[in-house]
């Protein structure tokens, strides 16, 4: 694992090393590098599952509000899944669409991620969050940073918040 430099000091180590893997996997799946992907991924599944899958779920939601600004609807979900599936099954014939479909439902609200992880196997269910963010910090033509770090401060403000 790399030393997270560009992430803030004062953050937890749990924080940075979620950042620091996070931005790994990513930069592997960019650049359609299995070995380094799988490496990452499990760096991933060994850090705090709940944690990491918010995270990530973070990441892809930014990602699609800011790729549809006036609202997405099935038929854009779909598009992300069909270009997903499009640029990375070549390289990672392994591919598995369910997963990548869970992530993006999960990550919408739409099912409930602890239950699609359990059924799909940590492993398989980080690796297809990683590809879906790689796909739409590509189509946005962005990097990755701001998003990690916009998801990490949104789950430090909600730790911060007391429930009545």
Do not use: C, N
């Not at 270009?83 to 992530?103: K, N």
């Not at 940590?122 to 297809?128: D, G, H, K, T, W």
Request: glycine fraction near 6%; proline fraction near 5%.
């Amino acid at each position: 694992m790399r030393t997270g430099s560009k992430w803030p000091g004062e953050w937890p180590t749990t924080a940075r090393q979620i950042a620091v893997a996070t931005d790994d996997a990513i930069t592997a799946a960019r650049a359609a590098t299995r070995a380094a992907l799988a490496e990452a991924v499990e760096e991933l599944v060994a850090l705090p599952f709940e944690q990491v899958t918010i995270v990530h779920a973070g990441v892809v939601r930014a990602l699609l509000e800011d790729l549809h600004p006036d609202g997405f609807s099935g038929e854009d979900i779909q598009s992300a899944l069909t270009r997903v599936v499009g640029s990375t099954i070549a390289w990672l014939p392994d591919l598995d669409v369910a997963a990548l479909a869970a992530v993006l439902t999960g990550s919408l609200g739409l099912t409930e991620m602890v239950d699609d992880a359990l059924r799909i196997g940590p492993s398989a269910y980080l690796r297809s969050a990683v590809l879906v963010m790689a796909d739409l910090l590509t189509t946005a033509d962005v990097a990755p940073d701001r998003y990690i770090r916009a998801a990490l401060g949104e789950i430090a403000r909600a730790e911060t918040i007391e429930m009545p």
